[in-house]
T-cell receptor, first 113, second 113 residues
Framework: NAGVTQTPKFQVLKTGQSMTLQCAQD?????MYWYRQDPGMGLRLIYY???????DKGEVPNGYNVSRLNKREFSLRLESAAPSQTSVYFC????????????FGQGTRLTVV | AQSVTQLGSHVSVSEGALVLLRCNYS??????LFWYVQYPNQGLQLLLK??????LVKGINGFEAEFKKSETSFHLTKPSAHMSDAAEYFC???????????FGGGTRVLVKP
């Protein structure tokens, strides 16, 4: 089972460049999430999608946009990358019922120089 | 607003000693609560979850957590630490309406031989 697949695994960007992080899940989950992980900060929610067709801001949405392309895919876009966006990004999905766990991808390590 | 706080960003325990990781949440209603573990260079995986069925929850690898509404706490314990328990642990809270999943700052556990 693939579970949650993120691409790419590593990326180096120059300040001002744009890129899209891809996430796909094959578990027929309704909810999908994007987090960033920084040392000492835990996981901070960037955006989430409770169900296909909806997206909502999380704790740190500035500088990011998302698209819930279909039920399987949830992409995160950086329009103009900044060094402050250097981080490890995780995508997760959950069935959507209130008592179920989230499944995580392996992460994307992004460096903005 | 709903948030989760983990007390202590680092915990050091001796092999065989008790592991105690603290988590407090703020919510107007009892939320759904989770503990996740992250091993180096990996995504997160579920240890256990509280869904209001029982206040003492048992998880994988000998971990358990107790939900205490009066203290708004969901502390994680393991009676006897093993070297393989060295990892980072995250407490998380799920807001049922909207399926918003947010995490605490994480606690890194070091196990000394």
């Amino acid at each position: 089972n693939a579970g949650v697949t993120q691409t790419p695994k590593f990326q180096v960007l120059k300040t001002g460049q744009s890129m899209t992080l891809q996430c796909a899940q094959d578990m027929n989950h309704n909810s999908m999430y994007w987090y960033r992980q920084d040392p000492g900060m835990g996981l901070r929610l960037i955006y989430y999608s409770a169900s296909e067709g909806t997206t909502d801001k999380g704790e740190v949405p500035n500088g990011y946009n998302v698209s819930r392309l279909n039920k399987r895919e949830f992409s995160l876009r950086l329009e103009s990358a900044a060094p402050s966006q250097t981080s490890v990004y995780f995508c997760a999905s959950a069935a959507g019922a209130s008592n179920t766990e989230a499944f995580f991808g392996q992460g994307t390590r992004l460096t903005v120089v | 607003a709903q948030s989760v706080t983990q007390l202590g960003s680092h915990v050091s325990v001796s092999e065989g000693a008790l592991v105690l990781l603290r988590c407090n949440y703020s919510s107007s209603v009892p939320p759904y609560l989770f503990w996740y573990v992250q091993y180096p260079n990996q995504g997160l995986q579920l240890l256990l979850k509280y869904t209001s069925a029982a206040t003492l929850v048992k998880g994988i690898n000998g971990f358990e957590a107790e939900f205490k509404k009066s203290e708004t706490s969901f502390h994680l314990t393991k009676p006897s630490a093993h070297m393989s328990d060295a990892a980072e642990y995250f407490c998380a809270v799920l807001k049922a309406a909207g399926n918003k999943l947010t995490f605490g700052g994480g606690t890194r556990v070091l196990v000394k031989p």
